[in-house]
């Protein structure tokens, strides 16, 4: 099967979180999945190549395709297979925490509220986050992981507010 390496920056992607994250025998599985659907996806022509995989210790999944966007059928048949597999692995692959951020080499996710709780400590400062907003995987090839400080979460959530700052002084 391709890898993402393997596709070009103007392909498609889907980002979705997981809650908890994948084993990597899971991750596997799930990965495996989307390619047996990607391939029924190629015999309709509803795209021309794809890969997957999982990141941020089993926190991401990531699915890149090469062709039209896809149809609202498509996307169906894709919650379908996320909903089987989070049921089988005991996790949450349609409504996990939309942010992901890692401390210590630690990933997990996060919602807004708590991220913005976490940010009047130190250690959150040195977090790392993905770009989970990235459509294209040229777009997460250019953001994927970066520094939570001055990353477009900081600026959405002003994590780097005086405010905050003198906070995690404290």
């Known amino acids: 099967m391709p890898t993402l390496a393997d596709l ?7 980002v979705r979180t997981c809650q908890p994250g994948l ?3 899971q991750g596997r599985l ?22 997957a995989e999982t990141t941020a210790d089993g926190h991401l999944v990531l699915a890149a395709w090469v062709g039209a966007p896809l149809s609202g059928c498509s996307h169906d ?4 297979l996320f909903t089987v597999w989070g ?11 939309p942010l992901v951020i890692a401390q210590a080499g630690q990933a997990r996710t996060v919602d807004r509220r708590a991220l913005r709780e976490l940010a009047s400590t130190a250690d959150v400062r040195a977090a790392t986050t993905w770009d989970t ?3 294209t995987l040229g777009a997460w090839r250019a953001g994927c992981a970066q520094p ?3 990353s477009w979460i900081d600026r959405a959530l002003g994590l780097s507010s005086q405010e ?3 906070a995690a002084r404290r």
């Open 30 to 51: 799930l990965v495996h999945g989307l390619d047996l659907l990607f391939a029924q996806f190629i015999k309709e022509k509803r795209c021309l190549s794809h890969a």
């Open 148 to 150: 939570l400080m001055g």
């Open 87 to 97: 049921d089988r692995f005991g996790c949450d692959l349609l409504t996990a925490p």
């Open 23 to 25: 084993t990597p025998d």
């Open 77 to 80: 048949r894709l919650a379908g």
């Open 133 to 135: 907003r990235a459509q």
């Open 164 to 166: 905050n700052l003198d």
């Open 8 to 14: 070009p920056d103007s392909a498609s992607m889907l």
